[in-house]
């Protein structure tokens, strides 16, 4: 019993309620370890007052969430080697959050952890004191990462879904902590379901994975299993802001080793005007946000486009949700292109994680700071282009990135070791609540422009929905310090100060004038 005693006299020593106890892994960066007693919290954080600013840091050296409050100044910094300015007359899109996705391997990992560490999860992503999450997404029944395939009905030819039934993954991994979430939350959460394949009866193959489209006579049967998903989390407590119809589309026209269910873009358009939309409006779901796509941003303009010049399908979808996973092989111009075409419709990234084409001992790297660099650029890139806002997916994985039915393990902010019952912080935890926690859902995009030649700094503007608090997100690739001029105030008012390399730091500002 001696060692777990000192163990805890440690933490004890190190640590407060707000200091992240570093550890070092293989990672070119640290985890912050937290157990059932001890976990960081960065707590509650506003704007200070006029005249001066807040910055919170996280850093490959180290920072995390860092905070350092300093006085604007009336111009910028003598020397400045990047200078970064806030249109504030020009606001985009309305921002609905950031978040993660409430799948069967999130809560199963959580589960393995005495009840006080579990809370500790549960407060770092959603109460006050967190990183605020309030946009989540839910697997409808099974996806690669459950145990195994499953639907809510596996009941061959059950047109009807008199068997319908939510399963044990919702009732032991899923509802418990999308209730918990809603109880910490000072913000509404905003939950939308998907599904990565019907039940396998209802396809042309007759399997979850593989190659295959809904059978034509299912399109009635599976739009109404979409309402009976909604009926049944509601009645559970968890109410349904958004939908997608599918998740990632394309993938069931090759033979995908995981869930999945072809739709082309045309058979899409057909379902949601003649099934899906008039089914959700019949059930009194018309105010759920429906989202087409759900795939990466390859498929853009294009595949939107089809649903959405069609007058009859238009009317039943609200915007498009994208992936990131082909991102760096598309550039973010195709986000512009569809707002152009369609801009009363939104965009919204549904899925990122990193890790997923790693080699097999690479998917999980504990402390990689490369990967949080990746999520704060994308992040930046989006929002620039139209995104109102970028979900995660796996809030919590174990020490190989699963379970995952099919082996496909990706990395998480959040990693889960059951042997030692701690779980560790990832950089990419502290890169989501850069964002999550200070951007205010229901604010707006700034323009932001940086000065050419500083093509390692990016960053992005915001307003708070009653325009007194502006926020900034910076980040530094390179690997030198900068020293950087934030424009907040029209040429009257300045922060200066020195930005570390491989850093990000998120500015709160009272808005000048307001």
Known sequence: MLLPILLAAAWAAVASATDCVPRTFEGDSVVCVCNSDFCDLPGQISAPEQGSNTRITS?????????????????????????????????????????????????????????????????????????????????????????????????????????????????????????????????????????????????ENGMFNGTGGLLPEMWQPWSNYFVKFVQAYEAEGAPIWGLTPQNEPLTGFEDYWFNTCAWSAEDMRDWIKTNLGPTLEAADMGHIKLMVVDHNRDSLPWYAQTILEDVDANKYVDGTAVHWYEDNNTGPYVLTELNDLFPDKFLLYTEACGGFAADPDERVILGDWSRAQNYAYDIIEDVSHWSTGWVDWNMALDTIGGPNWVDNFVDSPIIVNEADQEFYKQPMFYAMGHFSKFIEPGGHYVSTTVSEGSDRVVAAGFHSVDHATSTVVLLNTGESEELVSVDVGSGLEFVNFALPGKAIVTILVPTPGV
């Open 59 to 203: 850093s490959r050296d180290g920072l995390r969430f860092a905070i350092e409050t300093s006085l604007n100044e009336a111009s910028a910094a003598d020397g400045a080697t990047v200078v970064v300015n806030l249109d504030h007359t020009l606001e985009y899109q309305t921002m609905f959050g950031f978040g993660g996705a409430f799948t069967d391997a999130t809560g199963l990992n959580i589960q393995k952890l005495p009840a006080e560490a579990q809370d500790w999860i549960m407060k770092s992503y959603f109460s006050p004191d967190g990183i605020e999450y309030n946009l989540c997404r839910i697997p409808i029944a099974g996806c690669d990462f459950s145990t195994h395939p499953y639907s809510y009905d596996d009941v061959e030819g059950d047109v009807d879904l008199v068997y319908f039934n939510l399963t044990m993954e919702d009732y032991e991994y899923k509802l418990p902590y999308i209730r918990r979430a809603i109880e910490l939350a000072s913000r509404e959460l905003l939950l939308f379901g998907s599904p990565w394949a019907p039940p396998a009866w209802m396809k």
